[in-house]
């Protein structure tokens, strides 16, 4: 089971790659292309997956709250991330789902 983990580990850290990966080549002008919005999805997937196999199968105590936390953020990157994949976002909008993908990774390195 440590091998299932560590595969959905590099898996979530993909996503994340592809959210601000893709949230970085656009900063001149801001639009959502379709790895955030793939980054985002594997995202949601993966990180539910890894707290079901760190709780089930490792044995594993996890901070609830933390993840709590962490699920509402990358459901509302994965929501606008989803939501502006064909139509034309706002900047304001560009920039929520990568700050909040930013948040994300500042959430699961800072929280004790």
Not at 46 to 53: D, E, K, M, P, S
Not at 68 to 89: E, I, M, P, S, T
Not at 91 to 107: E, F, K, R, S, Y
């Amino acid at each position: 089971m440590t091998l299932l983990y560590d595969l959905l580990l590099v898996l979530h850290f993909i996503g994340l790659a592809a959210i601000i990966g893709g949230y970085l080549t656009v900063l001149r002008s801001p639009r959502i292309v379709v790895g955030m919005v793939h980054g985002s999805l594997l995202q949601v997937v993966t990180g539910l997956l890894l707290v079901g196999v760190a709780e089930a199968a490792l044995d594993a105590d996890v901070d609830q709250a933390k993840i709590g936390v962490k699920l509402v953020v990358a459901l509302v990157v994965a929501a606008l991330a989803f939501a502006y994949r064909k139509r034309d976002a706002s900047p304001a909008v560009v920039h929520t789902v990568g700050g909040l993908a930013i948040l994300n990774v500042l959430i699961a390195v800072l929280w004790g």
